[in-house]
């Protein structure tokens, strides 16, 4: 195999490997532009995860799975709205409280229902998002070049991995665009002069907050029903996280963060493919120095760029009104 033909395939698992990570960071987008810290993308993209893969499990539709997650995804956003913007809670102990929850629950009732040790497994074959072979995807393969880059990245991804695609750009439309996204930016940036203005900022938040939910819960369900056939204990393995890296990265703004995301990807498709080789002069990598690339990359852009970054004044700041 030629040095074109791994880049492809390099290509190719960047995309699938960015699709969860691209959702996420645009879940908390929205969330933070709002005003709102959401710590808790990992915990949402979690619940969702566990909520398509046992209905799944159980109707056999992935789609019912699909809505689920949603659902599930949503409802925690509408928690967490709950305990920072209508309490006026700290934003940070809400996010992790929803983590911790669900990292112990979703096991829990796993073992509970399904009785595999905290696992859900899906039948092979059925109940899960497949991968798409768009048209004259086999006529072009062996056209040089532009046969194999359509073939093995543009075709052959699943649904929600082109849904991701397509949120990219409605999300900048959205944000920069409408009526909904000024208010939005402003609420993030000057609260009290959203409330001046007679629009209302409990309401903005909580509206930020379900798109959050939303995003997550496509999230979590690529997860569970698209990249895996069922759920895991912990199988977000950070990936909120780093979403929310890839974000302060991007300086809150959805390009920046998408290519943040991308470049997360990349590092960890690259070092699935690095395990076990041996480079010249070095030798064979230890495996857990190859599977920490993604995380190292990530304190060290976080070191060096954070500081630089700057985030929307009110965000993290519960508003009070003044009488």
Known sequence: MDYFDQSVFLAASTIRLATPLVLAALAGLFAERSGVVDIGLEGKMLA????????????????????????????????????????????????????????????????????????????????????????????????????????????????????????????????????????????????????????????????????????????????SIAQSEGFTRDMTAGKGYLALAALIFGKWRPVPAVLACLLFAFTDALQARLQGVSLPGIGSVPTQLVQALPYVLTIILLAGFVGRAVAPRAVGKPYVKER
């Open 48 to 223: 969702a995860a566990f909520a398509a893969a046992a209905l799944t499990a159980i109707s056999g539709s992935h789609l019912l799975g699909l809505a689920g997650a949603i659902v599930t995804s949503m409802m925690l956003a509408l928690v967490h709205g709950y305990a920072t913007i209508t309490h006026r809670g700290d934003q940070v102990v809400s996010g992790m409280a929803i983590n911790i929850t669900v990292a112990g629950l979703g096991p829990t009732l796993a073992e509970a229902w399904f009785g595999q040790a905290g696992r859900i497994s899906l039948p092979p074959g059925r109940g899960r998002f497949m991968p798409i072979e768009l048209p004259f995807a086999a006529g072009v393969r062996d056209i040089p070049i532009v046969g194999l880059v359509y073939t093995d990245i543009i075709s052959g991804q699943n649904l929600l991995t082109y849904i991701a695609v397509l949120t990219i750009p409605l999300a900048v439309w959205v944000l920069y665009c409408t009526r909904f996204g000024l208010r939005l930016r402003a609420v993030g940036e000057n609260p009290a002069a959203v409330d001046t203005a007679g629009i209302s900022v409990a309401s903005l938040r909580y509206r930020a907050l379900l798109m959050t939910g939303l995003l997550c819960g496509i999230a979590g369900a690529y997860l």
